[in-house]
């Protein structure tokens, strides 16, 4: 397999070939080129990419599915910041705040359209057979995470305690399917049977919540140099995360009314995340962060790559766990 840095470099050239500098108005561009520009993890494409090697496939000729799928979860955080009023996005002002939210909006919608551009493009390059399984996919994937936002949407305004199935259940549309999608389109282009690219998915939509709970964890206990937006921003918001929803669960009446009162961040921040403390609630978090990356490892295993290509997957795998943004 080759090594994730060289899988990288293929991803960032793909991307910066977009024709977005020279195309007018730069009024609806020139915010799809900051917010891609700006990088990130590249998480998604990389699966991509690794989800065709793994069974043979070149990844070169799954590139075109990569970038898609990159551009449409950008497109995602785009809107999404716009809904929590976001002020950072990987440590710089957020979209709708240098262009404001009608412009915004505009050009996360036009994000979306190029995604679906650029997967219908790469047809020379992974064949007209592969398009109509790499869109059944996509467009499955596309869906759920917008369920998934709805669902996020719901339980703010929820009047009644948020479960913790019904939490899992949300971010497992709103963030799991996408890592999950990307794998497996990969694996559409590598040539991949059913069965496999059914227990790439699983691996996917486990290594999906297993990162999520830990993006939960990172806002409350992070560090935000590193981790590039302001921390307790979860908190701030009165979102029902992993931890507000497991300290909900064992809290007295006085630590809920601690939790729950309002406050500015600067002195809510620290009393929330005493009582979290109080109720163990990090460590249930941790706990579960590492069940269900244990779930992620036995689907990849059943998922039979090639011998001698799992390594590079598992490994990348394991380095999203130990990340600190």
């Known amino acids: 397999m080759k090594e994730k840095e060289i899988l990288l470099r293929l991803v960032e050239a793909e991307i910066g070939r977009l024709p977005l500098d020279d195309t007018e108005p730069q009024g ?14 590249r998480i998604r494409p990389l699966l991509c990419l690794m989800g065709a090697d793994v069974y043979g496939g070149e990844p070169e000729k799954a590139l075109p599915a990569a970038v898609a799928v990159e551009v449409f979860h950008n497109f995602t955080l785009l809107h999404d910041d716009i809904m929590d009023k976001a002020e950072l996005r990987r440590g710089r002002p957020a979209v709708h705040l ?109 290594l999906g919540l297993a990162f999520q709970i830990q993006d939960d964890l990172l806002d409350t206990y992070g560090d935000a140099e590193t981790f590039g937006k302001k921390i307790g921003g979860d908190i701030a918001a009165g979102k029902k995360t992993f931890l507000h929803i497991a300290a909900m669960e064992k809290a007295s009446a006085p630590q809920r009314d601690a939790i729950l009162a309002p406050g500015d961040i600067g002195e809510k921040l620290p009393r929330v995340r005493a009582v979290y403390d109080a109720l163990g609630v990090r460590e249930a978090a941790e706990t579960a962060i590492a069940e269900y990356f244990g779930l992620a490892l036995e689907a990849l295993r059943r998922a039979h790559p ?20």
């Open 28 to 41: 609806l561009y020139a915010p799809i080129r900051y917010i891609l520009e700006d990088g990130g993890k």
């Open 98 to 206: 240098k262009w404001g939210e009608s412009g915004a909006i505009l050009s996360g919608d036009a994000m979306l359209i190029l995604a679906y551009r650029i997967l219908q493009n790469g047809t020379p390059v992974y064949g007209a057979g592969k398009l109509p399984g790499l869109l059944e996919v996509f467009n499955r994937a596309a869906m759920e995470v917008c369920q998934g936002q709805q669902y996020d949407m719901d339980f703010e305004t929820c009047d009644r305690p948020v479960t913790r199935d019904e939490y899992i259940g949300m971010i497992r549309l709103k963030t799991s399917v996408l890592l999950a999608a990307a794998l497996e389109m990969g694996a559409v282009v590598g040539g991949a049977s059913d069965a496999e690219r059914r227990s790439l998915y699983d691996f996917g939509v486990n």
């Open 306 to 325: 090639q011998a001698g290509r799992l390594a590079v997957l598992e490994e990348y795998a394991y380095s999203l766990m130990k990340r600190n943004k």
